[in-house]
């Protein structure tokens, strides 16, 4: 059964960082781009970032170039998400996916980060 | 990288079909057969109900299927149950190498 467990999100002051993590289970995870989603409190999802099999190349909304950072360990099954420099609008659950064939196919359950004074 | 558009509501009575859209651009939706629908319970993760327009996961009931034709994906919803009240959500594939989601349209079943 495939499993996706993040971890790391919180609360952080405006302008403070985090980092994400996935922790990738019960799939061959060096086979899969994997990508991370968000989504604000009632709002809709939105498409953060993708990396693909051997991190060699990421690709990110328009809006985050600079701010995030994704990467992954693949010996470690194991997705990450660095987050710097951040806004009250960056306030969301963040969800790890599993790319499958130019999809989405498996999500995590997410993991909350609140940015707040 | 504009959100696809979907309408923020839909409804039907049970057994009634519903059909949700989903429009793109030629970047996008358009260009690729690499268009997914979602359905998201309140409290819940997202959950994969199509892919590649027309495709649906084991387990995933008949009742849902998918289409496009030009820029525009559509989700369409038969037999309505009680259970399909939801969230959905549409995304794409896009040029250069990113993904899309749509606004998302709230299902409510009369």
């Known amino acids: 059964e495939v499993q996706l467990v993040e971890s790391g999100g919180g609360l952080v002051l405006p302008g403070g960082s985090l980092r994400l993590s996935c922790e990738a289970s019960g799939f061959t995870f060096s086979n899969h781009w994997m990508h991370w989603v968000r989504q604000a409190p009632g709002k809709g999802l939105v498409w953060v970032s993708r990396i693909n099999n051997d991190g060699s190349d990421t690709r990110y909304v328009e809006s985050e170039k600079g701010r995030f950072t994704i990467s992954r360990d693949n010996a470690k099954g194991t997705l990450y998400l660095q987050l710097n420099n951040l806004r009250a609008e960056d306030m969301a659950v963040y969800y790890c996916?599993?790319?499958?064939?130019?999809?989405?196919?498996?999500w995590g359950q997410g993991t909350l980060v609140t940015v707040s004074s | 990288q504009s959100a696809l558009t979907q309408p923020p509501s839909a409804s039907g009575s049970p057994g009634q079909s519903v059909t949700i859209s989903c429009t793109g651009t030629s970047s996008d939706v358009g260009a690729y057969n690499y268009v997914s629908w979602y359905q998201q319970h309140p409290g819940k993760a997202p959950k994969v109900i199509i892919y590649e327009v027309t495709k649906r996961p084991s387990g995933v009931p008949d009742r849902f299927t998918g289409s496009k034709s030009g820029n525009t994906a559509s989700l369409t919803v038969s037999g309505l149950q009680a259970e399909d009240e939801a969230d959905y959500y549409c995304s794409s594939f896009a040029r250069s190498n990113t993904w899309v989601f749509g606004g998302g349209t709230k299902l409510t079943v009369l």
């Open positions: 996916v599993r790319g499958y064939n130019y999809g989405l196919d498996h």
